[in-house]
């Protein structure tokens, strides 16, 4: 997922309320939040979660049942993600997700830990846009897609902030790409690009997946360390609700 997916679970954030007001519906839809992140030039971003807000059209937030706490982004890459919040609500439209933070955020650089600066989500949260219509009685799910290498920004002196670099995906209208490489325990990044360009690491295992794909076709490049060298694969096809996958990419 580009850059850092921070998998750190944002369960739908699509469908929030139209003006917090009930609809109609006679069976309440449930609201997931989930996080993922893409992989990025630290050790660690750990992020200090202490509420979710939902917002509808008339401007009203209310609080969503919270898992609170320190997440380490990085432990939320190439295919995995968290529960952050989830609950029940009978609106019909949802425009807006925050996230909001606490003091308790550090960025990881060669070992050495450092305060991560969050003035605007210690106070009115990290603001999502987003314009979902709700159907009564389904249950949404949202992944938050976090691009930590260009969410996190170096001020000098050894000063990091957070300025969020955030995409929200709907789940249930996305797919998936998956594969492995040979050799086993070789290091290598895994992009994939259309109109837009996803990436993560593989894993221990070889293995990499990407989610939150817009139906279409794809490039697949795995890039390996020194001295191989980057293979593509071309037209790999990515349809709503399936994973494509590409199999073993040997070097």
């Known amino acids: 997922m580009k850059k850092i997916n921070i998998i750190l679970g944002v369960l739908f954030i699509g469908a929030l309320m139209n003006s917090c007001t009930k ?11 989930r996080m993922t992140d893409a992989p990025g030039p630290y050790s660690a971003v750990n992020i200090d979660l202490q509420g979710v ?26 295919g995995l993600d968290t529960l952050i919040a989830r609950d029940t ?19 990881v650089v060669n070992n050495t ?9 210690e106070q009115s949260g990290l603001k999502l846009q987003v314009n979902h219509t709700m159907q009564a009685g389904v249950n949404y799910e949202v992944l938050l897609d976090f691009d930590a290498s260009k969410s996190i920004v170096e001020t000098g002196n050894g000063t990091y902030k957070l300025k969020p670099v955030l995409r929200t995906i709907d789940l ?6 998956k594969g ?14 259309s109109a837009d360009t996803f990436s993560t690491n593989v894993n221990a295992k070889g293995e990499f997946l990407i989610k939150g794909l817009p139906a279409g ?23 709503t609700g399936n994973t494509a996958s590409v199999g073993t990419v040997v070097f």
């Open 113 to 121: 830990t450092y305060p991560l600066s969050t003035p605007s989500a």
């Open 53 to 78: 807000e939902i917002m509808g059209s008339d401007g009203k937030a209310v609080t969503m049942n919270v898992n609170a706490g320190i997440y380490n982004l990085l432990n939320f890459t190439n």
């Open 180 to 193: 492995n490489i040979n050799p086993i325990g070789l290091l290598a990044s895994v992009s994939v690009s």
């Open 23 to 33: 609809s109609t519906a006679e069976s309440p839809n449930i609201y997931s939040i």
């Open 217 to 239: 076709t794809y490039s697949v490049t795995v890039t390996p360390v020194i001295p191989f060298l980057p293979i593509t694969l071309n037209n790999i096809v990515v349809t």
């Open 172 to 177: 249930s209208i996305s797919g998936a790409i």
């Open 89 to 107: 609500f009978e609106f019909t439209e949802v425009k807006q997700i925050r996230l909001i933070l606490g003091s308790n955020n550090t960025v």
